[in-house]
């Protein structure tokens, strides 16, 4: 299992229509990508135009060739890119330990 971990920073005062989309685009797009296993959103406390996007893939191939090389990228981006102050900041990770 493959952790997706986006880094985004919205225009001020779109959290709300950002967060309708970011759920709409999960739905719609994202959740129908090969490989694609569930996902979070958090919101910044301290900085709320940032948010921390989780999402878990089954190989690190369905995020990188499979959905980003496939026409569903696009689609995602059309619904969420809108909102972006920068490009996002994505890496991925895999588990070492976690609570029971």
Not at 6 to 11: F, G, K, L, M
Not at 39 to 45: A, L
Not at 50 to 71: A, C, K, S
């Amino acid at each position: 299992m493959i952790l997706e971990i986006a880094d985004i920073r919205i225009a001020p005062g779109k959290q709300a229509e950002f967060e309708a989309a970011i759920q709409h685009g999960i739905k719609t797009v994202a959740s129908t990508a090969k490989g694609f296993r569930g996902f979070k959103v958090n919101k910044g406390v301290e900085s709320p135009e940032r948010y921390i996007l989780m999402i878990y893939w089954e190989t690190l191939e369905n995020h990188t060739v499979d959905f980003r090389q496939g026409p569903l990228f696009a689609q995602w981006r059309a619904i969420v890119g809108p909102f972006f102050a920068a490009p996002p900041v994505v890496e991925h990770f895999t588990l070492v330990a976690k609570s029971a």
